[in-house]
């Protein structure tokens, strides 16, 4: 009979990291139990656990749970940067560029639920949004393409008052859209993503920005 050797740390800790990248596989160990468990079940142990390495492993890259949910929190929102950037680059017609913005941020949060609520419960800790918003980051994204499509040039207040008002209406209808309410118009305007856009198109704030 062969006997099994029970798995020490030194045995842990010797697995192969996620691609030799323990950071990277720590935080996507954190996305993924965000998303099966949600938060109350995440913690460092979890975590460890879920990469397949040591108890103390996570430690070496993060001091504690916070500073991990940082982490998962900024790669949030340079998902969202690449997933508006997508949209902008995909439209064609500029009058239109503002709505699908919107509608491709409210299926980031729709098809991202526990990554979107950590991505702003860090920055409600904080007091303030990323840095990297205002600096070429998803917020941007909006600015710009507010800026592009405005026949005159924007005054800097007016530019910063309607990027945020753009930036509130798509979180906004990002924490309403599973509401039941909006079942009958999603299904006579063809679907989610239909509906979404329509809403857009109905926000008379875009009205001045479109060509």
Known sequence: MVRVRPMTTATVESRPYHHGDLSR??????????????????????????????????????KDKAELLEAVAHEGWVELD????????ATENPGERMSNLGVAYVCFARD????????????????????????GGAYCQVRDTLAEQSKTP????????????????????????GFKQFAHLKEVLGGEEAFLRAVFQHLGMFAKFAD
């Open 82 to 89: 690449h997933a508006l950037s997508k949209a902008r680059a």
């Open 154 to 177: 924007l005054a800097e207040m007016d530019l910063e008052l309607a990027t945020i008002a753009g930036w509130c209406a798509g979180h906004g209808l990002a924490e309403m859209i």
């Open 25 to 62: 596989a720590l935080v996507d160990a954190a996305r993924k139990i965000l998303e099966t468990d949600g938060p109350a079940a995440l913690s460092l142990r979890a975590v460890a656990r879920e990469a397949g390495v040591s108890p103390a492993a996570p430690y070496h890259h993060f």
């Open 112 to 135: 991202n639920p526990a990554l979107y609520r950590v991505m702003y419960d860090c920055s409600r800790d904080k007091d303030a949004l990323p840095d990297q918003l205002k600096e």
